[in-house]
T-cell receptor, first 113, second 115 residues
Framework: SQKIEQNSEALNIQEGKTATLTCNYTNYSPAYLQWYRQDPGRGPVFLLL?????KEKRKERLKVTFDTTLKQSLFHITASQPADSATYLCALGDQTGANNLFFGTGTRLTVIP | EAGVVQSPRYKIIEKKQPVAFWCNPI?????LYWYLQNLGQGPELLIR????????DSQLPKDRFSAERLKGVDSTLKIQPAELGDSAVYLC?????????????FGPGTRLLVL
């Protein structure tokens, strides 16, 4: 079965720096990959989608890359702010044509003022 | 526009008791999902509905879990009887349809504690 690893449970960075979160997967070839943000006590909120034939996507201060050879996605937040502090989840989309997602365990990001 | 609504937000029960969670998806969303999220883990899909039909319930423990989506709108997830290991957050999500990559919108979840 598929295995998804997010680089670390927790990541602390200084305000203004770029946060880079890693999502590695094995035993799977996702058709797409999504990144979600989850705040304590709330459900995940969709941030970005990147498909297998795309290398990079950007949205405001967010950037995601997808390397199907390395089986890895990188998620970057530039000019980070304390309000970016949250847990970030990567999710692999399946190849069956449905919209099922397989989530990683998440990385808890803390941006220090 | 209202998001996905779930109730109750919190539930504490004793083991062996039944419990039910309710979900109202975003209006017009045909696809509805129930996920289970354990502490420190990502959500895991339990069941997916296309309108009123359960089209993927392979991860639903059918000996004690059941779900329904009458009229293809609201949905209920039930556990009977509950076990200690069922303590978790139960998330409901909806999407416009089942197209791959379609955004899933999550509710706030129901936090269940089984004593």
């Amino acid at each position: 079965s598929q295995k998804i690893e997010q680089n670390s449970e927790a990541l602390n960075i200084q305000e203004g720096k770029t946060a880079t979160l890693t999502c590695n997967y094995t035993n799977y070839s996702p058709a797409y990959l999504q990144w979600y943000r989850q705040d304590p006590g709330r459900g995940p909120v969709f941030l970005l989608l990147i498909r297998e034939n795309e290398k990079e996507k950007r949205k405001e201060r967010l950037k995601v890359t997808f390397d199907t050879t390395l089986k890895q996605s990188l998620f970057h937040i530039t000019a980070s702010q304390p309000a970016d502090s949250a847990t970030y989840l990567c999710a692999l989309g399946d190849q069956t044509g449905a919209n099922n997602l397989f989530f990683g365990t998440g990385t808890r990001l803390t941006v220090i003022p | 526009e209202a998001g996905v609504v779930q109730s109750p937000r919190y539930k504490i029960i004793e083991k062996k008791q039944p419990v039910a969670f309710w979900c109202n998806p975003i209006s017009g969303h045909n696809t509805l999902y129930w996920y289970l999220q354990n502490l420190g883990q990502g959500p895991e899909l339990l069941i997916r509905y296309e309108n009123e039909e359960a089209v993927d319930d392979s991860q639903l423990p059918k000996d004690r879990f059941s779900a329904e989506r009458l009229k293809g709108v609201d949905s209920t997830l039930k556990i009977q009887p509950a076990e200690l290991g069922d303590s978790a957050v139960y998330l409901c999500a909806s999407s416009l349809d089942r197209a791959p990559g379609e955004t899933q919108y999550f509710g706030p979840g129901t936090r269940l504690l089984v004593l």
